[in-house]
């Protein structure tokens, strides 16, 4: 089976057990189940990376789809968990932040890399700049409706 059509299956799991509500907790071993992971009880390194690789791509794949419908998937110590409505904005301050960081890295890099014809700062700059503007713009106008 593909990775794919794992992660929908995993999707269509977690639905059908009710455990993409608003509040709902999910174990991890549902998670591996769904998937088919069995951790083995002894193995490389390798095999366990690879194992959880799967899992981040899964629940990755997961996050992605309830962020359509306005619900954030976040990780726990024992597995994940939908956030509350009213614990969103707490993660919507945390994806602006690191946009706002990795904007402000490009401007830096930008600003100290040598002049070349390939490379024109002014544009970049602008580019940064409006970039952070429509980042904002976009996200005052959402929390206002």
Same mark, same amino acid.
């Given at each position: 089976m593909s990775k794919r059509r794992a992660f929908k299956d995993l999707l269509r799991t977690l639905a059908d057990a009710g455990l &993409? @509500?608003?509040g709902s907790v999910i174990? $991890?071993? *549902? *998670?591996? /189940?769904?998937?088919?992971?069995? %951790?083995?009880?002894?193995?490389t390194r390798a095999q366990f990376e690879e194992l959880a690789l799967m899992e981040l791509a899964a629940i990755d794949y997961c996050r992605s789809h309830?962020?359509?419908v306005g619900k954030y998937l976040a990780g726990t110590g024992t597995g994940? $968990? *939908?956030?509350? =409505?009213?614990?969103? /904005? !707490?993660q919507i301050? &945390?994806? %602006?932040?690191?946009?706002? !960081? !990795?904007?402000?890295?490009a401007l830096k890099l930008s600003k100290n890399? =040598?002049?070349t014809a390939a490379l024109n700062h002014n544009q970049v700059e602008a580019r940064i700049h409006m970039k952070r503007q429509h980042? $904002?713009?976009r996200a005052g106008a @959402?929390? $206002?409706?």
């Open positions: &993409l @509500e608003f174990p $991890r071993d *549902v *998670v591996h /189940q769904a998937l088919g992971i069995a %951790m083995p009880a002894i193995g309830l962020l359509d994940y $968990r *939908v956030l509350l =409505p009213s614990e969103n /904005q !707490k301050e &945390l994806y %602006m932040s690191s946009a706002d !960081k !990795k904007l402000g890295r890399s =040598p002049a980042t $904002r713009h @959402e929390l $206002r409706t």
